[in-house]
């Protein structure tokens, strides 16, 4: 249950930060939600999710190094995937199409 708490203060903390830097990068984009009291509430969780992500690696190191190893681990195999799907999804491009006849499109 730890390490599902670091993960999630983890993700809260990425999303709190991606939110500040979405409304500095895009101010006059349409927002179908406004938050109520804009910044000081995001500021608010963003502070309290730091605290409490502080207070868990100081409580658990231990725990919050296999946390790191785990997320070390996924990062890289996702790279290495990500890599060689993108190298298949070139070679694809590379290929002579052939035209069929039974095409909609003309």
Same mark, same amino acid.
Request: aromatic letters at 6%; proline letters at 12%; hydrophobic letters at 40%.
């Given at each position: 249950i730890i390490l599902a708490c670091f993960g999630a203060l983890s993700l809260y903390i990425i999303s709190m930060v991606s939110f500040f830097i979405l409304r500095k990068q895009k101010p006059n984009l349409d927002r179908?939600? *406004?938050v109520p009291f804009y910044p000081f509430t995001p500021i608010i969780a963003l &502070? +309290? &999710?730091?605290?409490? #992500?502080a207070c868990m690696i100081f409580s658990y190191p231990y725990l919050f190094g296999v946390f790191l190893i785990l997320m070390s681990a &996924? #990062? +890289?195999l996702f790279l290495k995937i990500w890599k060689q799907q993108s190298i298949e999804h070139q070679s694809w491009d590379l290929l002579? *199409?052939?035209?069929t006849s039974s095409s909609l499109v003309p």
């Open positions: 179908p939600f *406004r &502070s +309290i &999710s730091v605290g409490a #992500l &996924s #990062l +890289i002579p *199409r052939e035209k």
